[in-house]
């Protein structure tokens, strides 16, 4: 038998501090990870290239190096309870890769009349819940006024918990609505008590893709100009990539070279969340014989570590175990993540889709599965502030 | 009890030193273990080639008497729910496994006193002449109950079964291969050595057998090794496992329910581990069916080059809740978008011949064609 190479320790196990753990097998990456190695930026030719290198483990190292420069072994997490208000969505039939949204007359639509998002909320009082992540549809009767009512009732009700709501799909919605501006829209949401704004709604922005996938939903220069100017207004944002479905890896690349076009720009981003389309119940789903085969957990790495090594001005990565399941999830914190998302109370969006993980996951669960994989669990607010 | 000519060896002690010295490599970081592992697999496996195959399981009886602890699917003589199939319904379940593309059924069941040899030889020749295909089947606790009802030598015991239709023997039963650890969790199952010697018997009686470790049921990582290291040893001896299959152990629905499962990180690292402890086993076995599609694809760069079986219908793991069956173009999707090809085979790890004007192209099947 061959020696098993005890002797060639490395330095991550003798305790000095590490480069790469692993040496590109695939020559293509060879001088990519020497520009990461060197703290300089990569290309799109680059981020191409990452995407189709079967160097699964190359491209992790990678990632992990630049995750490791910003967080050491830092993992965070965050406590936090999904609030959808409606289902009710004008863009139900456009967005093929959806199984949320429906029509006002249908049988299992909802809007919850604001008692009811506050008793949802109550949920929170006496648990370790930081933040309120509220998303739903497009509805084309709900008022500016009912989130910013939303917001301001929250708020009054539980101050100490973050808000993070709307993305902006919604934004641009409601400003359509109030025939009136986004910028406008934000103020009114940032002066009822909005904190910080997820990163929904930005799917793939090649227009080819939008087309084939969400035609007529948010263009990408709209979408991210409602980031800029919430970013101007001081409100932090999230971004994220919808992938595995129709998109090419230069449509995945850029779409992230877009994100990080902005963060130079503003440097408001706080996170980036590659989010794994599920085809179950989805008019896409069925039209590309898809039901019921999700992306592979090589793929999810990938999308993961390729934006870990393309966004070299965010500081956060994070990984949605709702969509990706738990197990994959840990595997995720050595493949460049350093966030991974909390415990989740009353999702809704991705179960609709066939996602086939539990509806929430203790604390306990979370910090057992960041200690195992040899990493420092520390809960975190919405700003990524440590409450440990 | 007779236990046969094979006991005479004395089974080697495992070295301390050497424990402990492979225990470090669990301290290696995922990643640098993963590609110390994948580099081993593509000098034993240099063709880039991941195989899968398609089978069938065929629980035959779910009635036994060892009560493990970690077990879901077993039921007591006189239980409302214990069955034991007849050959025609067997049969019929051969038919539909063809009918798919089936090379093999993998036959295993629980630990059953009242059935007897001659059910076992019986329902063999039944199988080879009326629904002919390879039959893995019969795992070593098996394999030692029948001996012991039957006051027979394992040798004995195996020469029966092989006249009359096994072709391989599968690997299960091997938990973790300790006997502190084995008296905690099977304490009535047979003990290491035994083991080991009815897979001895069964390699020096010329069929082929796997190898499984089953952990994340309370046993140390020095424990796991250990585990290993037997494994090495008794293929260093004889040659004759084709394969070796770390799966985690399922507590829901079993006497260790509420125990906590080993996590995706901790699988990973012990696949890893095998493939750089077991040198000399050339094929390694992700186990989706615990693991789930994702890990299990993601596996296949931590040392695995099998995907394993198609597993239609599971029974054993899917009765602790877990259920991952996935069809053949899911299998062959995954192993693709991992940068592999994608090769169907026979229990042998010999390609399939879809040209074989015979049931099954391994060895001893080859052997049983009338000339």
């Known amino acids: 038998m061959a020696s098993v190479g005890l002797t060639e320790l490395s330095p991550a196990e003798s305790g000095a501090e590490v480069g790469l753990r692993v040496q590109p097998r695939d020559p293509r990456l060879v001088p990519i990870a020497e520009k990461v190695v060197a703290g300089q930026r990569v290309s799109r030719e680059d981020g191409i290239a990452l995407f189709e290198t079967d160097d699964l483990l190359a491209v992790g190292a990678m990632a992990d190096l630049m995750n ?7 993992v965070f997490y965050v406590a936090n309870q999904h609030i959808n208000p409606t289902n009710v969505c004008i863009l ?3 967005c093929v890769f959806c199984s949320y949204g429906v029509r006002p007359v249908a049988e299992d639509a909802y809007t919850m009349p604001l008692e009811q998002v506050y008793e949802e909320a109550e949920q929170a009082r006496h648990s370790p819940t930081r933040e309120f992540h509220i998303v739903g549809g497009l509805h084309p009767k709900l008022p500016l006024s009912y989130y910013t009512d939303m917001v301001r009732g929250l708020k009054e009700r539980h101050p100490t918990i973050h808000v993070k709501a709307l993305t902006a799909v919604e934004i641009a919605h409601l400003a359509r609505v109030e025939r009136s501006t986004t910028l406008d829209v934000l103020k009114a949401l940032v002066d009822a008590g909005l904190d910080t704004m997820p990163g929904g709604g930005a799917e793939v922005f090649s227009p080819a893709v939008r087309a084939s996938i969400a035609d007529r939903k948010l263009v990408a220069e709209d979408w991210i100009q409602v980031h800029r100017e ?38 408001g981003f706080s996170t980036f969340i590659p989010l794994a389309w599920h085809p179950d119940n989805t008019a896409l789903g069925r039209s ?8 592979g957990g090589v793929d999810d790495l990938k999308a993961l570590a390729v934006g870990r090594i393309l966004l070299d001005n965010f500081e956060h990565v994070k990984t949605h175990w709702i969509m990706v399941t738990t197990r994959l999830s840990q595997l995720a914190l050595d493949f460049g993540v350093d966030d991974l998302e909390g415990t989740v109370v009353l999702e809704k969006v991705t179960h609709t889709a066939g996602a086939d993980t539990p509806l929430g996951m203790d604390l306990d669960d979370i910090v057992r ?6 990493k420092r669990p520390v809960e975190r607010d919405s700003l990524y502030n440590s409450l440990n | 009890m007779t236990q046969g000519a094979v006991l005479d060896r004395p089974i080697s002690p495992v070295r301390p030193d050497e424990v402990e010295e492979l225990t470090r490599l669990f301290d290696l970081p995922l990643l640098e273990l ?12 240099p063709d880039g080639n991941v195989s899968y195959i398609l089978d069938r399981n065929i629980n035959y009886t779910n009635v036994c008497i060892t009560d493990c602890s970690f077990c879901a699917f077993y039921r007591r003589p006189g239980d409302g729910e214990a069955y034991v199939l007849s050959n025609e319904e067997i049969g019929a379940k051969i038919d539909e496994a063809r009918e798919i593309g089936a090379v093999q059924i993998l036959m295993q ?5 009242y059935l007897r040899l001659e059910y076992y030889t019986d329902l063999l020749r039944f199988i080879k002449q009326e629904h002919p295909i390879h039959v893995h089947g019969f795992s070593a606790s098996e394999l030692d109950i029948i001996a012991r009802v039957e006051k027979k030598s394992i040798p004995a015991v195996l020469a029966a079964l092989m006249e009359a239709g096994l072709d391989s023997v599968p690997g299960a039963g091997a938990e973790i291969l300790v006997d502190d650890v084995r008296t905690e969790i099977a304490k009535k199952k047979i003990g290491t050595d035994r083991w080991l010697d009815i897979h001895r018997a069964a390699h020096e009686g010329g069929l082929l057998t796997t190898a499984t470790m089953m952990f994340g049921a309370g046993e140390s990582r020095a424990d796991r090794i250990e585990h290993m290291i037997r494994i090495r040893d008794l293929q260093a001896e004889t040659g004759g496992f084709t394969a ?3 799966w985690t152990l399922q507590p829901e629905g079993t006497d260790m329910a509420g125990a906590e499962e080993a996590t995706a990180t901790e699988y990973l690292k012990t696949v890893a581990v095998s493939r750089l402890v077991i040198g000399n086993i050339q094929n390694f076995q992700v186990s989706y069916v615990t693991q789930g599609p994702k890990v299990a694809q993601v596996a296949l760069h931590f040392g695995c080059n099998d995907f394993g079986s198609l597993m239609m219908e599971e029974n054993v793991v899917s009765a602790t809740g877990i259920d991952f069956i996935m069809p053949k173009e899911e299998i062959v999707k995954l192993i693709e978008e991992a940068g592999y090809n994608a090769v169907s085979r026979y229990q042998d790890y010999s390609p399939v011949d879809p040209d074989l004007d015979w049931y099954c192209g391994c060895g001893v099947c080859r052997a049983r064609k009338p000339a």
């Open chain 1, 68 to 74: 490791r420069r910003r967080n050491g072994d830092r």
């Open chain 1, 92 to 94: 139900h039939k456009v």
């Open chain 1, 230 to 267: 919430a970013h101007q207004l001081g409100i932090p944002t999230n971004c994220t990539l919808l992938y595995g479905h129709v998109e090419t890896y230069a449509d995945r690349v850029d779409h992230i070279l877009m994100l990080r076009d902005l963060q130079d720009e503003t440097g």
């Open chain 1, 288 to 295: 590309l014989d898809r039901e019921g085969s999700r992306t």
């Open chain 1, 369 to 374: 599965l960041i200690r195992d994989a040899g």
């Open chain 2, 34 to 45: 993963g590609a110390r592992a994948s580099g081993r697999m593509r000098e034993q496996s």
């Open chain 2, 109 to 113: 069941g629980g630990h059953n006193p």
């Open chain 2, 244 to 246: 070796f299959i770390p």
